[in-house]
């Protein structure tokens, strides 16, 4: 008894045979219809029997058979053999009346043949195949299906002939042979050709369609004319059937050779009222078979030029098309990124050039341009040194000698260029360096930021530093003034004056503070630098339209305010009780002036070096606003002027951000 896992693999080998028998079994409609095909070719093939005492001169059935066995899996082989078999006896039986053994004998020749055509194409054909496509594969029938296989036939044919004592065997071979040749030659091709088109539901276009009937027509009306002279113009034939190959390739060719037989075949029912011999309409048979060999022949290698050729401009077409694609592509792409750059070439916020290797400028962007204040046709095409300051050429040049030794591929410095004004303009530059096929530079990108205001803020750092060094020293020299001036008062009045006075002189360190955030009144900032030295209006006059100036030009002119204002209280006119200053300031045009003047101190004396206070009331104050400092040191007391433009009190690095 089987255990329930033996059932189980007993169905499942019950069941892959089934599926084995089902892929061997072509179908019943197939074999219906192969059948049918077999019977008309095995009737046509009886219909062209004009030779005497020769049973079979064009053999069309090894053709249908070679077909399908070209075409179909070959384990479904058997099945189409063994219907061809049974159409031949059905077709013994109905017009040849063989005894069965012979009959049995020829069924043997023919399957031998298109079976060893077969085995020999299917390498070279790759079979299953749907269809003739290279003329390699043209050339392989012809030379093993039309012209070797049917020695086979021919041979094994002609031995039963002889052995049934019907025809000799010589007498028989070169018939049987041309015969089953030029049955597979025609047979084959329509068979292939129309099976293609049934599954492919290729039917012609009414054009199409119209050039066919125009073919047939041609082909019809030049086989009447050629025949009814005699065949003497035979190789006329051949011209309608290269002209269905070009234009219709394989199915055209197999067609127009039908219809070229099929009009031979008509032409040769006549043969037996011709005043010829038998032996001369074997021969002229021979002939026309000849032709129809030599006509499907070229027609068929003829396609298959054809078709290669127009599959290779198929070919050829697609990838051009995906060639113009991927060029469209491509394009569009370089474009995009073409955009993409000039974007941001054009619209970046900071400098960017491209130097050719020569150190010529290529390429400039906006943005550099407005920085060194020109124009970007000033400067593409000159020299990057024209614009960069004289004192660090040498740096760049040193920097760009080991670019071009390969010790390095970008670099980053701060160096000054200049600007169209003479100005200089500090620059924080980026280099890289792009290099041709051979490693030489081929050009540099050039990113230039301008940090000249960073500069100058660093710079005005540094001031400070010693400004606020400078200045505590100053506040205790002016707390020691103040307490020395307070000190003739009584005890009470001393504190009282005397914590007025450092108040005074702590809001004017507020004020300083404040400075740096929004634009301050002018007298403010004089009243907090001067006003804990004495009574405003009497000691220290103040005249001026009111003036309110950004926190840049607050710090320069409160610092010398507070030096002026220093140096009155320890040497000048608020050294004593009864000296006073006089400031002032005014707007003249397009100009601005600030003067300091003391009266009524001691006399002056003028320092024997130039100290840090100086520097503050000169250099600072004159590069902060853009204008000239002057310093009289007159016996009867100093005067300070500034004159500098309109716009250094108007304007200010954050006038907007600071109101």
Not at 337 to 347: G, I, M, P, S, V
Request: hydrophobic share 45%; proline share 5%; charged share 20%.
């Amino acid at each position: 008894m089987a255990s329930a896992t033996d059932t189980s693999n007993g169905h499942g080998q019950r069941g892959g045979l089934l599926r084995m028998r089902s892929s061997l079994f072509p179908g019943g409609a197939k074999l219906v219809l192969f059948y049918i095909t077999y019977m008309l070719s095995v009737g046509f093939g009886r219909w062209m029997v004009v030779i005497p005492d020769m049973p079979i001169t064009l053999w069309p059935p090894n053709g249908v058979v070679l077909a399908m066995l070209l075409t179909q899996p070959r384990r479904s082989w058997g099945w189409w053999i063994g219907i061809g078999a049974l159409g031949e006896l059905t077709g013994n039986a109905l017009w040849y009346h063989n005894p069965l053994i012979w009959a049995l004998g020829y069924i043997m020749a023919n399957a031998a043949a298109v079976v060893t055509a077969a085995l020999l194409l299917a390498p070279d054909l790759k079979a299953p195949i749907r269809r003739f496509a290279t003329l390699r594969q043209v050339l392989a029938f012809l030379a093993i299906g039309v012209l070797a296989a049917p020695v086979v036939s021919a041979t094994l044919g002609s031995a039963v002939e002889a052995a049934a004592g019907t025809n000799p065997f010589t007498t028989t071979w070169p018939a049987w042979w041309l015969g089953d040749a030029t049955g597979i030659l025609i047979a084959t091709p329509l068979v292939i050709s129309a099976a293609n088109a049934w599954r492919e539901k290729a039917w012609p276009s009414a054009r199409q369609a119209a050039e066919a009937v125009a073919i047939g027509v041609v082909l019809s009306g030049l086989s009447l004319w050629v025949l009814s002279n005699g065949a003497e113009f035979a190789f006329l034939l051949p011209v309608p059937i290269l002209w269905a190959a070009l234009r219709f390739e394989f199915r055209g060719v197999a067609l127009a050779v039908l219809l070229l037989t099929l009009a031979i075949g008509m032409y040769a029912q006549n043969f037996q009222n011709a005043p010829l011999s038998a032996a001369g309409i074997a021969m002229l048979h021979a002939k026309l078979q000849a032709l129809i060999l030599v006509a499907a022949s070229t027609g068929l290698i003829v396609a298959a030029i054809i078709r290669q050729q127009r599959q290779a401009l198929r070919e050829l077409a697609r990838v051009n098309d995906e060639l113009e694609a991927r060029v469209v592509e491509r394009t569009r792409a370089i474009e995009a990124a073409e955009r993409r750059f000039k974007a941001t070439f054009q619209n970046a916020g900071v400098g960017i050039s491209i130097v050719g290797g020569d150190g010529t400028l290529v390429r400039v962007n906006d943005s550099l341009a407005r920085m060194l204040g020109h124009e970007v046709g000033e400067m593409e095409g000159h020299p990057l040194d024209e614009f960069t300051h004289p004192a660090d050429r040498a740096m760049g040049e040193a920097a760009r000698g080991q670019l071009a030794a390969g010790k390095a591929e970008e670099y980053e410095m701060e160096k000054r260029y200049v600007h169209k004004d003479g100005q200089p303009v500090w620059g924080h530059t980026t280099v890289s360096c792009v290099r041709d096929a051979e490693g030489r530079i081929d050009y540099l990108i050039k990113v230039i930021q301008d940090i000249t205001e960073r500069k100058r803020s660093e710079a005005l750092r540094h001031m400070l530093m010693r400004e606020v060094n400078h200045r505590s020293k100053n506040l205790l020299s002016i707390v020691q003034v103040i307490a020395r001036q307070t000190a003739s008062r009584s005890p009470r009045e001393f504190v009282e004056t005397f914590r007025e006075r450092l108040q005074a002189l702590a809001a004017n360190q507020d004020l300083l503070v404040n400075n740096e955030w929004r634009r301050v009144s002018l007298a403010d900032l004089v009243q907090g630098q001067v006003g804990h030295f004495g009574a405003l209006g009497q000691r220290v006059v103040l005249s001026g339209p009111p003036v309110t100036v950004p926190p840049a030009v607050a710090q320069a002119l409160g610092m010398a305010l507070h030096e002026l204002a220093t140096n009155a209280a320890k040497y000048g006119s608020l050294s004593n009780e009864a000296g006073r200053v006089e400031i002032s300031w005014d707007i003249e045009g397009d100009g601005f002036r600030m003067g300091w003047r003391e009266i009524g101190g001691p006399p002056v004396v003028p320092p024997e070096r130039v100290g840090f206070g100086t520097t503050v009331l000169d250099q600072l104050t004159a590069s902060s606003m853009s204008g000239e400092v002057s310093i009289d040191y007159d016996r009867e007391g100093l005067v300070w002027q500034l004159r500098c433009p309109l716009s250094a009190v108007q304007d200010g690095p954050c006038d907007e951000a600071c109101d």
